[in-house]
């Protein structure tokens, strides 16, 4: 006699489907509709098609934004990757000396965006700040409110200081991941200790560096608080990233139509560097598996 199938298992994730649907799909599909309407009132809006994609592409701010957005976000993974690599390096592997390198390096991790924000901005004062006082009597005029170069240096700075311990964190977890082995035969060889990163620990890490790039490009391509909280966008535009500039859009001027299309923009732009970093980081390691 043939067992009857039962499909009720299937209800359990009817719930998960509704807050999806709640927290993701139907937002996403109200922007779609505010993307292509112009909307003049609660109850008076007006389908225009394509023209706010078209006005907020050619808006010469976004174009700036989206080239300082990018500069940001490689600058970010140029120094924060090989920095949380060579602190992972660096870490003891075991005992209490480990445990409380761990903590004190997961300190950063803790502090909310706002709060880091406002620790860098009376940090970096001239006046009262310990790095601006510091930097001014070297004899190196320091004003991040003022000029451009400080502002984003300074914002660069800070979220060095707050996601390094990340990809720290990641990569220590990778280096113990590894089984001790694999270290015995790289003494055995006389392998030295760039021999034994090379080939043994960097292969090895390849899965949590790619984790690793995509979780800080996100972050970094969507940064708001940090440089709003510190700069305001400024000195001029110099630290105004996308986000600001959505911001401003939909907040500042209340354009509600480019908002939601360059929202949309935005979400893809995101979403197509990902995509690309990860395509290329796998097909590397797969090369190198090869």
């Known amino acids: 006699m043939e067992k009857p199938f039962n499909n009720r298992a299937w209800l359990l994730v009817v719930p998960v489907l509704v807050v999806v649907a709640f927290s993701a799909v139907i937002p996403l599909m109200t922007v779609v509709n505010y993307s292509v309407q112009d909307i003049l009132g609660p109850d008076q809006h007006v389908f225009v098609g394509t023209e706010w994609f078209r006005k907020v592409l050619r808006d010469p701010e976004l174009h700036g934004a989206l080239k300082r957005q990018i500069v940001y976000s490689l600058a970010v993974l140029a120094i924060e990757l090989p920095l949380g690599v060579g602190i992972a390096l660096a870490l003891p592997m075991r005992g209490r000396a480990a445990s409380a390198s761990l903590v004190v390096l997961a300190l950063p991790l803790l502090v909310p965006w706002n709060v880091v924000g406002t620790i860098w901005q009376i940090f970096g004062r ?165």
């Open 126 to 290: 001239g006046d009262i700040g310990l790095l601006g006082v510091a930097v001014n009597r070297m004899g190196v005029h320091y004003n991040y409110t003022a000029d451009a170069a400080d502002a984003w240096l300074t914002v660069l700075a800070m979220d060095v200081w707050h996601w390094t311990p990340l990809v720290a964190l990641l990569a220590y977890a990778g280096l113990r991941a590894i089984p001790e082995a694999f270290y015995q035969a790289a003494r055995i060889d006389g392998a030295s200790s760039w021999a034994t990163f090379r080939f043994i620990q960097l292969p090895r890490l390849r899965g949590v560096l790619t984790i690793a790039v995509l979780l800080r490009f996100m972050d970094s391509f969507m940064i708001y608080t940090e440089p709003f909280v510190l700069t305001g966008g400024g000195p001029g535009n110099a630290t105004t990233f996308l986000s600001q500039y959505l911001t401003r859009l939909a907040v500042g001027q209340f354009d509600l139509g480019p908002a939601a299309a360059f929202s949309l923009v935005y979400f893809l732009v995101v979403l197509l560097f990902s995509y690309v970093f990860y395509t290329a980081m796998t097909s590397a390691a797969g090369r190198e598996a090869r």
